[in-house]
Each structure stands twice: as structure tokens, then as C-alpha cells.
């Protein structure tokens, strides 16, 4: 990554989660996202994790960029500063990893887990919160990597900070 551009972190969660902490922990890591000066990136849309991400960053002054599945901004979130409109659906998905430099995976779901396998795919820095053991062990065995769980958001954004430099 060229020193003079901002980091692009994404943060690729659930649209429905199950459990509010990770909602909770979303919007947490955008506002740290934000504190840091990052770029963050999510899906765009006024739901889940996307939502709760953006709302983060947006309240702690930061930028989000909204990567949005339709034709149109109807399910864009109030929180998205920069919307990108595909019309490609669930093929943004390459494009939320692609144009990420880090992943951030907050939750699971089965949108989550293509993105979580593009990332690894793509040789991405990925990491992983608000996730069973067994996800993270089947993800693990995916790409022959050990993933941690990680449980601080503080600590999380720390690790993120120094791979970064």
C-alpha cells in the first residue's frame, strides 16, 4: 500500500444477525476505524452489521464507503458517505474484498462466509470477530492459516495498526 493513500478497511458482517453484540462490536471497530483516519468499506446497505459499521465511522467523523448489491441507493444506509452503486447483487462481494486492504469478518452468514473465502482466496489480511470456534476452524483449514478470535475490538485495531505500519 502506497503511504500517501488512506487504508481501506472493510468490515464484512451478517445483514440479520442473531446475536446485537455483533452489532454492538461493529459499530465500535467503525468508530475506531474512524479515530485512526481509515477508509472504512462495507456493503452499503441500512442493515446488520453494514449499518452498524457505517454508523460508527460516520458519528466518529470518518469517511465509509457503501458498496451496494442493486441499481439503485433505495437500501442505502444514512451512514455511507461514499455509495458505489453495481447492480451485480452478491458480486459486489469481489469488490468489497478486492478493494479492501484489510478484512474485518464481524459475525457470519452466508454472504460473510463468500466474502471471508474471497479474502482468503485474494491473500488478504482478514480477521475475525463474533465468530464460532467452528468457523473459525473450518476457515483455518480452508486457507492452512491459524485464526484468532478476536474478542477486543482495541486489541483488534491495534494488531490491524502494525500490520499496517
Not at 23 to 34: D, M, P, S, V, Y
Not at 49 to 67: C, F, Q, Y
Request: aromatic share 6%; charged share 20%; net charge positive.
Amino acid at each position: 500500500m502506497k503511504a500517501n493513500r488512506k487504508p481501506v478497511i472493510g468490515i464484512m458482517g451478517p445483514a440479520s444477525p442473531s446475536d446485537t453484540a455483533v452489532l454492538r462490536q461493529a459499530e465500535f471497530l467503525g468508530q475506531l476505524i474512524a479515530s485512526k483516519g481509515w477508509l472504512l468499506l462495507t456493503g452499503g446497505r441500512n442493515s446488520g452489521v453494514m449499518d452498524a459499521a457505517s454508523k460508527g465511522a460516520k458519528n466518529a467523523g470518518g469517511e465509509v464507503i457503501g458498496i451496494l448489491p442493486g441499481f439503485d441507493k433505495n437500501q442505502l444506509s444514512e451512514h455511507i458517505t461514499i455509495p458505489i452503486v453495481t447492480g451485480i447483487g452478491s458480486a459486489r462481494n469481489v469488490i468489497n474484498i478486492l478493494s479492501s486492504d484489510v478484512v474485518i469478518v464481524c459475525g457470519m452468514g452466508p454472504g460473510t462466509a463468500s466474502e471471508a473465502a474471497l479474502a482468503i482466496k485474494h491473500n488478504k489480511p482478514i480477521y475475525f470477530t463474533r465468530i464460532s470456534r467452528e468457523d473459525a476452524a473450518f476457515f483455518s483449514r480452508l486457507s492452512g492459516n491459524s485464526y484468532t478470535i478476536w474478542d477486543d475490538p482495541v486489541e483488534l485495531i491495534s494488531e490491524i495498526s502494525r500490520l499496517l505500519g
